[in-house]
């Protein structure tokens, strides 16, 4: 009898931190950093600070890196592939008035980590996608303070990707430890939080550990 193919298991989804868009206390924000990583499994940190003087961004890259380092978490910049290069980033995201992939790939080379913005459009998904994106991002799924949006994607779009490609998705916007478990059964492979885990009333490192338990369903 002819035995049936086994379809390897989706990895669990993950959590991606996001840092707060303006820090105000870089040294007291590295020990909640530290201290939410300590809490529980974080596939990356993303530091966005908008609007930011370069001073500050290398500031905070030099100060919250080495932390993220500490414990395997990969350290990307928003925007700007030439500071992640010369700040030693594992990455960057890019949105889409942010240049273009292949620029960001010539700036950082083929090993550095690189995601792109993609709102609720499966077409620039897949160009990101065939080229070379590690991961794209679709949202914001609910509202969210963090930042202005414009697109609010429905759940449906990361069941279609995770059917359809292999390139990892990462769900973002007004992300908690109520709704994040959805996007995980959807098929997001990350995601993306900022205020949920830094604005969380008991704190940053308790709320990474709910996301933990909600991702793991």
């Known amino acids: 009898m002819a035995r049936t193919p086994t379809v390897p298991a989706r990895p669990p989804c993950r959590l991606y931190l ?9 040294n007291a924000f590295a020990k909640t950093l530290d201290q939410a990583l300590a809490a529980g499994d974080v596939a990356a940190l993303q530091i966005r600070l908008k609007p930011a003087e370069d001073a500050t961004i290398r500031a905070a890259v030099a100060a919250l890196a ?13 925007d700007r592939p030439d500071l992640a290069r010369e700040t030693g980033c594992d ?4 949105g889409q008035g942010d240049g273009s992939l292949a620029e960001a790939r010539r700036t ?21 996608a065939e080229g070379g994106a590690d991961y794209v ?12 949006t414009v ?14 490609v292999e390139t990892p998705c990462v769900a973002i916007g007004g992300v908690t430890v109520d709704n994040a478990a959805d996007l995980a059964r959807a098929g997001a492979d990350f ?18 550990k709910l996301f ?6």
């Open 151 to 164: 697109h609010r994607p429905g759940l449906e779009i990361l069941m279609v990707w995770q059917e359809t």
């Open 66 to 78: 080495p932390v993220a380092r500490r414990h395997d978490v990969a350290v990307l910049l928003n």
């Open 91 to 94: 990455g960057v995201h890019i």
């Open 18 to 26: 996001i840092t707060p868009p303006a820090i105000a206390d870089l």
């Open 108 to 128: 950082l080379g083929p090993d550095a980590m690189i995601g792109v913005t993609c709102h609720d459009d499966r077409d620039l998904a897949w160009d990101a």
């Open 191 to 208: 995601v993306a939080v900022s205020n949920g885990v830094w604005g969380y009333s008991k704190g940053a490192a308790e709320a990474v």
């Open 212 to 217: 933990n338990q909600r991702l793991k369903f």
């Open 137 to 148: 991002a679709f949202g914001a799924f609910y509202p969210t303070e963090t930042k202005e």
